[in-house]
């Protein structure tokens, strides 16, 4: 099959995968939530695409993250983390991403988002500026204060042995 053929199977599959009509862990899901995990699993990409190097240690963070928040199996994680970066790839902003966050997410689960996003920033054990900046732009976008922000670093950076001042 040429690969031109593979791609647009893989779109039109991630396309039927968001709309309702995929398979997802057995379990029936409403769009609304499919929309959910996708917007979650792009601002994730985004976040370990903002250095502009997206490696195994991070794709392997996000794969473990998203398997934990919404409960898959580790190849329906892999799914939707290949959706997430179709869907980051294709977006011109994160307006339409954060915007579904709002809809959908309490304030404490997006405080959890930002600490998921912080995992993604430290995978390398190193924190980039473009990826601060990112997570402070989503920070405000999601409307998580500043200092909130910040507690969810260092709850991160504590969970991950790093040091406070990274």
């Known amino acids: 099959m040429p690969t031109c053929m593979l791609g647009k199977a893989m779109i039109d599959r991630i396309r039927a995968w968001i709309m309702g009509n995929g398979s997802h862990g057995g379990a029936e899901t409403g769009r609304p939530r499919r929309e959910t995990e996708l917007a979650l699993t792009a601002l994730l990409v985004e976040a370990a ?5 997206f490696d195994q240690a991070e794709r392997s963070v996000i794969a473990r993250l998203i398997e934990n928040r919404f409960n898959l199996s580790a190849p329906d994680a892999r799914r939707l983390l290949a959706a997430g970066e ?5 977006a011109a902003e994160l307006f339409h991403f954060t915007r579904t966050v709002n809809e959908q997410f309490s304030f404490r ?15 390398d054990g190193v924190l980039d500026q473009y990826e601060d900046s990112l997570l402070r732009r989503v920070g405000g ?3 998580v204060p500043d200092k909130e922000r910040g507690l ?9 042995g790093l040091e406070q001042h990274s």
């Open 49 to 53: 695409y903002s250095d502009d190097h």
């Open 86 to 90: 179709t869907a980051a790839a294709e």
């Open 141 to 143: 976008l999601i409307y």
């Open 109 to 123: 689960e997006r405080v959890e988002l930002i600490e998921m996003l912080w995992e993604v920033a430290y995978a």
């Open 152 to 160: 969810a670093r260092q709850r991160v950076l504590t969970r991950l």
